[in-house]
């Protein structure tokens, strides 16, 4: 899950909720949660804890550590500096690919929002099936 973007562009909407500069991963856009939050349980019920990844950038810890104190150290990938998207996917699956080269892999922005998260659930768990299948 990715969640070390600095949200430049929705700053004056995170501010105006926050009252601060946080990105708008960690800001409850829509409804009580945040959206790092929000992404995070759309993960239940299809990929297990243990086998979950979030990447976020160091200067954030302000903002994720509340949240992310339930997580294990090899589910919270911290990049020292934001380096865009590109960074933010290598990075974590340079570290999974030396410990689980064969794994299946999804990427989840945390800052997306779905209308039906169970469905979109549902098909990425359908494409960690055929990639399964075909392993």
């Known amino acids: ?11 004056a909407l995170t501010r105006e909720l926050s ?7 960690f800001c409850p856009i ?3 949660h945040t ?17 979950r990844m979030a990447v976020v950038t160091r200067h954030h810890e ?7 104190a339930r997580l294990r150290p090899t589910e919270l990938v911290v990049q020292p500096d934001n380096r ?6 290598l990075y974590p699956l340079l570290k ?3 410990r689980a080269p ?5 990427v989840l922005p945390s800052d997306h929002h779905f209308s039906d998260d169970a469905g979109f659930m549902a098909r990425v768990e359908a494409v960690f099936e055929a990639a399964a299948a075909r392993a």
């Open 19 to 25: 009252g601060d500069d946080r990105p708008k991963q």
């Open 30 to 32: 829509m409804g009580g």
């Open 102 to 106: 064969a794994a299946a892999v999804a």
């Open 1 to 11: 899950m990715l969640a070390g973007g600095d949200g430049t562009r929705l700053r």
């Open 84 to 89: 865009g998207t590109a960074a933010g996917i």
């Open 96 to 98: 999974l690919a030396a």
């Open 62 to 68: 302000p903002f994720y550590a509340p949240l992310m």
């Open 35 to 51: 959206l790092l939050e929000t992404t995070w349980a759309r993960l239940d019920g299809v990929i297990t804890p243990g086998h």
